[in-house]
């Protein structure tokens, strides 16, 4: 973040309110907190991006956005909604990376290493859905779509990262662990066990998955190549 810019500035009080908000009042009113972050990181995008405005990453924060209110009103009574809602956000960051990576597709070792660090990964996420199971019994259609597009994301933005370690891609891929992190923690928080600390590294990792991938939408891969014809 550049604090020389006032909208850099909007966004770390905002964010800061919002991290508050999470550690001393009920969840409920992130409701009133939270849309306000995502229009501070569009306010960002719209004055400093130089390619022409992404329509997909646009929508993808909208959908975010309302995804997020359900599940602040409940996982439990919203989770057909938020599972489609989510499944299309995810969609929309896997054509996001794909038109960043139209070149060059990976060899052997970039799907061995993928493939590797993926066992973890997948693992982890078999054991939390064990855990809260019981939950999703008149969901399982809505949920299963919902956890293919998002470790379709995660493992994507591993595999873009592998094979090109630009710095688009390297922001892509903290949005992405990010989101892997914070998704087993609603899914604990919201079925299973509910803590307030759940709630705040929640509310933590959106704000970084929103903060890197707006670096990922603004980055220029020109000026990497200015800097290097300087030499």
Request: charged share 10%; net charge neutral; glycine share 4%.
């Amino acid at each position: 973040m550049n604090l020389a810019k006032p909208t850099h500035i909007a966004f770390l009080v905002i964010a800061a309110i919002t991290m508050l908000v999470a550690m001393f009042m009920e969840k409920f009113y992130l409701i009133y907190f939270q849309p306000f972050t995502v229009l501070a990181i569009l306010v960002i995008y719209f004055t400093e991006k130089k390619d022409a405005t992404s329509v997909l990453y646009i929508l993808a924060q909208i959908i975010g956005l309302v995804g997020g209110i359900l599940l602040i009103l409940g996982m439990r009574h919203y989770l057909k909604a938020v599972s489609i809602l989510f499944s299309l956000f995810y969609v929309l960051y896997l054509r996001l990376m794909y038109v960043r990576n139209l070149h060059d597709k990976g060899s052997l070792k970039t799907y061995l290493y993928v493939a590797i660090f993926s066992i973890p990964v997948l693992y982890i996420y078999y054991n939390v859905i064990q855990i809260i199971s019981s939950e999703l019994t008149e969901v399982v259609i809505y949920f299963s779509f919902l956890m293919f597009f998002m470790l379709s994301y995660i493992i994507t933005a591993l595999y873009y990262y592998i094979k090109d370690k630009s710095p688009s891609n390297l922001w892509m891929l903290i949005a992405a662990m990010n989101l892997g992190f914070m998704n087993i923690i609603i899914g604990l928080n919201e079925m299973y066990m509910y803590e307030t600390i759940f709630t705040v590294i929640v509310v933590f990792c959106s704000l970084c998955i929103q903060y890197f991938v707006l670096k990922f939408m603004l980055y220029d891969k020109n000026e990497d190549d200015d800097i290097l014809n300087m030499f």
